[in-house]
C-alpha cells in the first residue's frame, strides 16, 4: 500500500496521522494515534512498519483498535 491509502485506511479505523517517518531510510514507519485524545496512550498507538508486509500492519491495527474500544467501554462505565 502507499501513504495515502495507509492513512485512509487509518482513518476509516477512527486513527489519526501523528508522525510520519516514512521516507527514513533506516526505519521507515507511520504513527496514528486514536482520533479520541482520551484514549491516547503509548501502548495504544498504532506503528505501520513501512518494511512489513500490509497483513501484518493491518492486524496490527485491528488489535489495536479493538483494545481502544474496550478503553473507551471501561471509560464510559466509569462515568456513570
Do not use: C
Not at 51 to 63: A, F, S, V
Amino acid at each position: 500500500m502507499n501513504k495515502e491509502e495507509i492513512i485512509t485506511l487509518a482513518k476509516s479505523m477512527d486513527f489519526k496521522l501523528d508522525y510520519d517517518k516514512s521516507h527514513n531510510e533506516s526505519l521507515p514507519f507511520i504513527r496514528f494515534t486514536s482520533i479520541d485524545d482520551e484514549l491516547d496512550e503509548p501502548d495504544l498507538r498504532w506503528v505501520w512498519r513501512m518494511n512489513d508486509e500490509d497483513e501484518i500492519n493491518i492486524l496490527d491495527g485491528r488489535y489495536i483498535q479493538s483494545r481502544l474500544v474496550k478503553k473507551r467501554k471501561v471509560l464510559n462505565s466509569l462515568k456513570y
